[in-house]
T-cell receptor, first 112, second 115 residues
Framework: AQSVAQPEDQVNVAEGNPLTVKCTYSVSGNPYLFWYVQYPNRGLQFLLK??????LVKGSYGFEAEFNKSQTSFHLKKPSALVSDSALYFCAVSYNFNKFYFGSGTKLNVKP | NAGVTQTPKFQVLKTGQSMTLQCAQDMNHNSMYWYRQDPGMGLRLIYYSASEGTTDKGEVPNGYNVSRLNKREFSLRLESAAPSQTSVYFC??????????????FGPGTRLTVT
């Protein structure tokens, strides 16, 4: 089955420390990979995507992610976390045009 | 430029009632989507429309119907609401991948409770 997994329900990090939010996907063809962020009572906002090309992708608000084909992973990273980064983060994958599969989400808590 | 708009924001229905959720986008995107979000399950695709006049089923289409009225509007209809359809519903739109886009733009959501 085509799917994406976010193994951590919650990630806690201190402000100023690096953060990583993990995502792995099932292998089936060439994936398009995405990260979205959701603030309370809001819709999802696009952060970054991997379509093709450079495995290291840079996105909004200082976030980046690395596509690792051998490990089928697309972990979200940021060198220095901010309290305002606290939110719910979703990884998504698409193999066939228009069908997207979302992970269950990871709640990021950044403490002052 | 309003992006993706959804109405209503909140709705309470009794079991068996019907309703239509409205969605519109002003970004001239070909593709539009309906998702439901349930705690611990992420977003699940209900239906999508790759272009005006076409619709296709996603992961969880049972109990729902959709209409792509024109390029801007994509509505979701619950013909006979059930408590299992209590959820937050999101509409989204995207460019085609060959146009350099493909990321989705989401509306603010509709919170639906079925009692």
């Amino acid at each position: 089955a085509q799917s994406v997994a976010q193994p951590e329900d919650q990630v806690n990090v201190a402000e100023g420390n690096p953060l990583t939010v993990k995502c792995t996907y099932s292998v089936s063809g060439n994936p398009y990979l995405f990260w979205y962020v959701q603030y309370p009572n809001r819709g999802l906002q696009f952060l970054l995507k991997y379509i093709t090309g450079d495995n290291l992708v840079k996105g909004s608000y200082g976030f980046e992610a690395e596509f690792n084909k051998s490990q089928t992973s697309f972990h979200l990273k940021k060198p220095s976390a901010l309290v305002s980064d606290s939110a719910l983060y979703f990884c998504a994958v698409s193999y066939n045009f228009n069908k997207f599969y979302f992970g269950s989400g990871t709640k990021l808590n950044v403490k002052p | 430029n309003a992006g993706v708009t959804q109405t209503p924001k909140f709705q309470v229905l009794k079991t068996g009632q019907s309703m239509t959720l409205q969605c519109a986008q002003d970004m001239n995107h070909n593709s539009m989507y309906w998702y439901r979000q349930d705690p611990g399950m992420g977003l699940r695709l209900i239906y999508y429309s790759a272009s005006e006049g076409t619709t296709d089923k996603g992961e969880v289409p049972n109990g729902y119907n959709v209409s792509r009225l024109n390029k801007r509007e994509f509505s979701l209809r619950l013909e006979s609401a059930a408590p299992s359809q209590t959820s937050v519903y999101f509409c989204a739109s995207s460019e085609d991948p060959w146009d350099g886009g493909y990321e989705q733009y989401f509306g603010p959501g509709t919170r639906l409770t079925v009692t």
